[in-house]
């Protein structure tokens, strides 16, 4: 399974990047809001920094200007995959630029036919927001169960990207599920590095060097 950063934020980016741990990178308006500045420049550096698929997002509505931005947020990098909102326009623009060799991710999907009429769209990505769902009473990894058996039954080469994701239980289960890729925020990437008993073991270790450092000064590794 593939890991992607939910952010804008370069120093997350960064720092995770450095652990080897980035297969990608999902933007969208509001992480780029949340970050400020001008977001011309953090796309030019994100799409430096990461080497896979970045998935940079439009804000036109309609079809001409989907496709004029798209077009130009290409230009940032050949990893730039164009994200476009799951609405007609948005499957029009996917159906065009796919056909031009731009990859797009259809963002906003929340059933089982939406992901579907996305990946006949030709998109190589969709993206199930989990979170929302849970947020509104709904089960979101069921709806990324559904959207596996989908494109299993017709072999259909979109990948499943799980995204609006909460707490590290939701990666888990996504991985059984055999999701292609989850977008995680920097907080829940955090949460999965550490385990208290992790904490406490290298605690001890180090504990135990000191007394035997204690008898041994010189000692060295
Ligand atoms: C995915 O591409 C979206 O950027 C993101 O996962 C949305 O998550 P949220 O529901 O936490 O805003």
Known sequence: MKI????????SIRTFNDM???????????????????PKDAMEEITKIIKGDVSL???STEYSGMMEEGKRLRKY??????KVPMTP???KACKSLSSEGIPV???????????????????RYVSPFIGRLDDIGQDGMHLIKEIKEIFSNYNFGTKILVASIRHPVHVVEAA???????????????????HPLTKIGLENFLADWEKLKAGNPDIKI
């Open 57 to 59: 997002e439009v804000v």
């Open 77 to 82: 990098g050949d990893n730039v995959v164009v």
């Open 176 to 194: 059984k599920i055999g999701a292609d890729v989850v977008t995680l925020p920097p907080a829940v990437l955090n949460k999965m590095l550490s």
């Open 89 to 91: 326009d948005g499957l």
């Open 105 to 123: 991710n259809v963002t906003l999907i929340f059933s089982p036919n939406q992901a579907l009429l996305a990946a006949k769209s030709g998109a």
């Open 4 to 11: 992607f950063l939910d952010t804008a934020n370069l120093e």
């Open 20 to 38: 080897g741990l980035l297969d990608g990178i999902t933007t969208n308006p509001s992480l780029m809001s949340k970050e400020g500045g001008n």
